[in-house]
């Protein structure tokens, strides 16, 4: 079993930047692709970022490419979210996850490890 434990959300401008970590607990994640998903109020989950088990390759979602950078540390079992240039429509909690197979997915379906998610807000 894995957990996955958010930290980095937060109230910022719009313009602002923030960084997310998940830190993976219960066993290593070094061979596990892991990624990012969001949920604004009253909308459905959505996919934000996925990135392969060595960090390698990273996929995003149309609305974040360019301004959004997922990397990872598999020493520190780690994986960050780099979120700039926040617009009010990021607003979300921003779920990490992680799935037992090394590559990347693009579907909520595809991952069983869930963190209790972060806040971001972002005001105009």
């Known amino acids: 079993q894995v957990q996955l434990a958010e930290s980095g959300g937060g109230v910022v401008q719009a313009g602002d930047s923030l960084r997310l970590s998940c830190v993976a607990s219960g066993r290593t994640v070094s061979r596990s692709a892991m990624g990012w998903f969001r949920q604004a109020p009253e909308k459905e989950r959505e996919f934000v970022a996925t990135i392969d088990y060595v960090g390698a390759n990273a996929v995003y979602a149309d609305s974040v490419k360019g301004r959004f950078t997922i990397s990872r540390d598999n020493a520190k079992n780690t994986v960050y979210l780099q979120v700039n240039s926040l617009k009010p429509e990021d607003t979300a909690v921003y779920y990490c996850?992680?799935?037992?197979?090394?590559?990347?997915?693009?579907?909520?379906?595809?991952?069983?490890?869930w963190g209790q998610g972060t806040q971001v807000t972002v005001s105009s």
């Open positions: 996850v992680a799935r037992d197979i090394p590559y990347m997915g693009m579907t909520s379906a595809s991952y069983i490890y």
